[in-house]
């Protein structure tokens, strides 16, 4: 049984940490908000995630996710930028063009 608890334990802070690998969008929402929900597909060049609070609350607590839904783009585990909706609940309408834009900076930046 200590086994089994380790193990889920070790899974769990595996994946908390593996959304943040490489160049990654992660955007952080709820499911009862599921109609704000937007579709990553148009990111190009980043590996992309969606994180429910009700299945990883430990994650929204970790990274100070106040506003849902929250659109964050990290590099090697580091936040990058943050776009965070507003009071109706929806990120602004460039949200797609602010990451692509950071994520062209950081592939540029490579070379």
């Known amino acids: 049984m200590r086994w089994v608890i380790l193990l889920l334990f070790f899974t769990q802070t595996l994946y908390s ?3 943040k690998d490489g160049i990654s969008v992660v955007q952080f929402n709820a499911s009862f908000l599921s109609e704000n929900t937007i579709s990553l597909e148009p990111i190009k060049d980043a590996d992309t ?3 429910l609070m009700g299945k990883h609350p430990d994650i929204f607590d970790r990274e100070k996710i106040i506003f849902l839904p929250t659109l964050v783009l990290y590099h090697n585990g580091k936040e990058i930028v943050r ?3 507003d009071i109706t609940l929806k ?3 460039d949200a797609l063009d ?3 834009e950071e994520i062209d900076l950081i592939i540029e930046s490579k070379f």
């Open 17 to 19: 940490q593996e959304f």
């Open 49 to 51: 995630h969606l994180l």
């Open 83 to 85: 776009v965070e909706s």
């Open 91 to 93: 990120l602004p309408e």
């Open 98 to 100: 602010v990451l692509q």
